[in-house]
């Protein structure tokens, strides 16, 4: 059983590469775990010195997991450090230094872990460098994007196109729902929306006519999909302005309409004329 748990530990080391190391009071004993040796690129033999150990840190790292030490040695403060530091081998990596004191009468050690955070570090800065990239796009839209609660419809973000379009200012709208703030001009255009997504089908084009903050109703086309925001779903919206065109279009078939009739009109006239000649 103890080896059992001895093969476990070390290949849960292996997967978080994690390992262990020890310290005693006087702050000359090191011990480490196999894991260790394969995060500094070493082959397993005897544990190098603190000395030695701390070589591998960048300078500032080192300054600041020997004073973490210190203090725990001193009034058992646990600590946990994260810098630069170089392996055996050359690479350059981001760890994690962890370390609790434990006090048996007069005598103290250290027990603690070293983590390779590199590739979440890595992942964590290609997010933050997505989501830079979105916030970007989201705010220098020139049509209205709006983020809203997949559940209940309420505002999680908006950007300056959708504040200069619907009339309320960002800190007015954010935290309140679609519905609190009356955007649809009637039911039967909200349930249009909200329809093809609760089947999970996004929308593209779809003409909805929204009330804004002036009491006006503009005619919008709008696209909407689900996206997941921080582990919630939420729906991500852009919607383009297209009462101008409706108009004109509305215009143009009026147009249309009365060009057919005064045709009608026309030949109808012209027909009667051409009965009388006969």
């Known amino acids: 059983a103890l080896r059992r748990r001895e093969a476990l530990l070390a290949q849960t080391g292996a997967v978080g590469r994690i390992g262990g190391w020890e310290l005693d009071g006087a702050g000359e004993g090191l011990e480490w775990t196999e894991q260790m040796f394969r995060l500094h690129a070493l082959p397993v033999g005897p544990t190098p010195t603190v000395r030695e150990a701390l070589r591998y840190y960048a300078p500032d790292h080192a300054k600041a997991v020997s004073r973490a030490v210190r203090r725990a040695m001193q009034d058992g403060t646990p600590f946990d450090v994260e810098g630069a530091f170089v392996t055996a081998a050359g690479e350059p990596r981001i760890v994690r230094t962890q370390g609790v004191a434990e006090r048996s009468g007069d005598a103290v050690r250290i027990f603690g872990t070293l983590q390779d955070v590199t590739e979440m570090r890595a992942a964590a800065e290609r997010e933050r460098e997505r989501s830079e990239r979105f ?11 709006a983020l809203t609660e997949f559940a209940d419809g309420r505002l999680i973000d908006v950007n300056g196109a959708w504040v200069r379009d619907f009339g309320y200012a960002r800190e007015e709208a954010i935290g309140r729902t679609t519905v609190e703030l009356g955007f649809f001009a009637s039911e039967e255009a909200r349930r249009l929306l909200l329809a093809p997504l609760a089947e999970g089908r996004p929308i593209d084009g779809l003409e909805i006519r929204y009330t804004v903050r002036s009491g006006e109703q503009p005619t919008y086309l709008v696209s909407c999909e689900r996206v997941e925001l921080n582990g919630r779903a939420a729906l991500l919206s852009t919607m383009s302005n297209i009462t101008a065109r409706k108009r004109a279009e509305e215009a143009i078939a009026r ?5 057919e009739s005064r045709v009608r ?14």
């Open 135 to 145: 916030r970007r796009m989201f705010e220098s839209s020139p049509i209205p994007v």
């Open 255 to 259: 147009a249309n309409d009365l060009l």
């Open 265 to 278: 009109d026309r030949t109808a006239q012209l027909e009667a004329a051409l009965a009388e000649l006969e």
